[in-house]
């Protein structure tokens, strides 16, 4: 049983739209779905009634409506009861970050910000791009840095969030290199040829990008997912071992591609995509925290010049 169940089920029940919920829930319908199935499995009964529309609940669903409300508002309370203690940490800037950033970029970018901003004390919570957006949603942290791509935007309501960009960074196709330092497998590949893939995990935030890349190829691409994982880092383990082709974040390759331990498995130019870094804090007037700190930074971002995002 985990709370963001009830959490999506208090949400279906308020707005009766499995995909109204998905997106107040920053998750694809389907994953929505599973998750209210995946409540329905742990309660041994129905608890939406699917036949109609809007949706409605069952007689159980209503019982377990009340229940969850009440077990949610016990766990904010005493959530906030625990945080009205920690006196200490003001000067804590606590940031939520996804995997995919939290290894590469967010070090670099944190460095740089000391150079030009000042002493900064942080806290990384990293996650995937769903459960970190939570984080800000829900007040479990002061900022939160995604990519961001027009096909892919977050569901976040401008007139409660403010944004600012941090810069750009490239997803492109990467592999191990072989002894004439050219890729082990090379897009668009022979006719016929299948490319061992290393894929991002269904629902992933890249793994919907990467999507896109192969869409738009000229020629179908014969891809062969022989792995797949949530994080960036992981696939990149696997390529370096020589086990496939991998869509990175450049900034998470520097060191490899320096090294020559992987190289760009196109040409330059092809079978890539340029993705938005964007950071988000919850707009002062509607803040459920306001730490000097954080407010002393973002005033930095918004008055100084991008920092580098490689």
């Not at 009830?6 to 389907?30: G, I, K, M, N, Y």
């Not at 590469?104 to 791009?129: C, T």
């Not at 880092?233 to 696997?238: D, F, I, P, R």
């Not at 988000?280 to 306001?290: D, F, G, I, L, T």
Request: net charge neutral; glycine share 6%; charged share 20%.
């Amino acid at each position: 049983m985990e709370t963001k169940w009830l959490e999506d089920f208090v949400s279906l029940a308020e707005t009766r739209s499995f995909s109204r919920s998905a997106q107040l829930r920053h998750v694809t319908q389907p994953a929505f779905s599973r998750r209210i199935q995946a409540l329905e499995a742990w309660a041994g009964v129905d608890l939406v009634d699917r036949s109609s529309y809007p949706t409605r609940l069952t007689a159980a669903g209503e019982t377990l409506l009340d229940q969850a409300i009440e077990v949610l508002s016990n766990l904010q309370a005493t959530r906030n009861m625990l945080r009205s203690h920690q006196s200490a940490g003001q000067d804590m800037i606590e940031f939520a970050v996804p995997h995919s950033l939290a290894f590469s970029f967010f070090p670099h970018w944190l460095m740089e910000l000391r150079q030009r901003f000042g002493d900064i004390k942080s806290r990384l919570i990293a996650l995937n791009v769903h459960d970190a957006t939570l984080q800000l949603t829900e007040g479990n942290c002061d900022l939160l840095v995604v990519y961001h791509h027009p096909s892919q935007p977050l569901q976040l309501d401008p007139e409660r969030y403010e944004m600012v960009s941090l810069g750009h960074e490239t997803l492109a196709a990467y592999a191990r290199a072989d002894a004439q330092g050219g890729p082990l497998f090379r897009l668009p590949g022979h006719p016929g040829q299948k490319i061992p893939f290393l894929s991002y995990a269904s629902g992933a935030y890249l793994g919907r990008l990467v999507e896109l890349i192969v869409k738009a190829s000229p020629s179908p691409l014969t891809l062969d997912a022989i792995y797949e994982t949530d994080m960036a880092e992981g696939l990149k383990a696997m390529a370096l071992e020589g086990h496939g082709l991998a869509f990175l974040p450049a900034s998470s390759v520097v060191k490899e591609l320096k090294s020559k331990r992987l190289v760009q498995a196109a040409k330059p130019g092809e079978f890539e995509l340029s993705m938005e870094l964007r950071i988000y804090r919850e707009r002062p007037e509607v803040a459920k925290r306001s730490k000097p700190a954080a407010v002393a930074l973002w005033d930095f971002l918004i008055q100084g010049k991008p920092l580098a995002t490689a």
